[in-house]
């Protein structure tokens, strides 16, 4: 027959392991079989603020949210989630939310629901379908003032934007912006053109704006000059030449910096070149002169100039006609209003390129190039997010790159690592979950405070 210790005098005891305090029951009881007393003890819970928290409360776990990758862009766009705030009141937290998704996992609208709930979003927003998002979206589209509002906050007196232009191709018959047109690959496809600037002072993109697919890229830079402030300087490809728009700029204070056309007639090749610049280890000679009111920059990068015509004699060696000038091997001219000196128009114009890769990361990475939406109030609505997550995709990088971490660390790496924190709701609390070593090295080197997170989480 089992004998059970009879147990009597039942009292609170608390024991310190490894500093922190948990409650046990504990009794002294009767061990008939060895006919002697012991002390029995049964484990209640750990203390809590002074109070004890039972087992069954410790282990009940009601939620466990990703949190780590959305408190880095709560951390890194302060402003701009000040301005939507002030420039779109009812609806800059679903704005957010959309936008944030496309920098960390970007989906199509009718699953970004779904993302939501495993979030912390989840905790501050509430009606988020598919249908919200969209009038949201048209909401946002149809306010193309509003949206100039958040222009112009991230542009900077005197601003250097290298600007240019792209397209997105869609068959969705609501939008009547998608007309047929000239594009790069030749595609006889509806398109809209995407036009976007790219700040130089804040190296993230400053302005975007749509415009039907047939327009000449020419005519979009008449209304944007209109869109910024004078003293503005526009680093430009050479598809926007056009002498009366430059005049018209020039009148208006823009400034504008463009190459021109190879073939242009403005430009003499024989000009002698006596002066030169490194660049990049690159040794550069120039020439100026006034062409009317401008100036010309005619410039000889040697490299390139050894380059071309290596190129042309072993075309030749092949027995290829080469239509090619060895005159003007290696040489370029840049026609410019801003009255700066050769050397630092040259890398004005070499700027330009940030733009390029601008474009190649909201059409690619954020998954931005193929829309199929039902208006065209819809559409900018759309482009306007995903412009507010590139934003958000160039201030992570440009935090990687200020800790010397952007060679080894991605910004993709950078938002995977940190979705491995969580917040856990545990009975009536949220806590964070314990985290990755990886993932708080990388939070608290990108100045996150990880064991804050609960305390941050806006309302």
Partial sequence: ??????????????????????????????????????????????????????????????????????????????????????EFPDDYMRMLTLAFNRVIYPMPLKSVKSWVEKTQLAKIITEISPKSLSAMLSRIGSHQERQKSVFRSLMKKNEIIAYDTSTLFSYSPGISMAEFGHNPHDLMLPMIKVILGFSRSRNEPCYIRSDPGSRPDIDT???????????????????????????????????????????????????????????????????????????LHLYEDLLMKAYEENEYYSRISEGKHVDFNLERAGKFAILTNAGEKSQSIFELYKFRNEVEEAFDIFKNLLLTDTPSLRDDDTLRGYLFVSFISLIGYYRILKLLKEKHVNSRISVKDAILQLSKIYLTDVGNRTIVAEIPKKSRELAELLGLEPDLFPKNVPS
Avoid at 226 to 251: A, S
Avoid at 252 to 272: H, K, L, Q, V
Wanted: with cysteine; aromatic share 12%; glycine share 6%.
């Fill in 221 to 295: 830079l008449r209304t944007s000059q209109n869109d910024v402030p004078q003293g503005t300087l526009f680093v430009m490809d050479r598809e926007f030449i056009d002498d009366d728009n430059f005049d018209t700029m020039d009148t208006g204070g823009i400034y504008f910096i463009t190459p021109m056309r190879r073939n242009s007639r403005r430009i003499d090749y024989t000009a002698e070149m006596k002066d030169f610049f490194m660049f990049r280890k690159r040794a550069i000679k120039y020439h100026v002169k006034k062409a009317g009111k401008y100036d």
């Fill in 1 to 86: 027959m089992e004998c059970v210790p009879y147990i009597q005098n039942m009292t609170h005891e608390i024991k310190r392991v490894n500093g922190q305090d948990y409650l046990y029951d504990v009794a002294m009881v009767w061990d008939s079989e060895h006919r002697k007393r012991h002390k029995v003890s049964r484990y209640i819970g750990k203390m809590v603020d002074g109070k004890p928290v039972r087992i069954r409360d410790i282990v009940s776990v009601k939620g466990i949210y990703e949190i780590g990758h959305l408190e880095l862009l709560w951390k890194i766009m302060p402003d701009l989630i000040g301005t939507l705030r002030k």
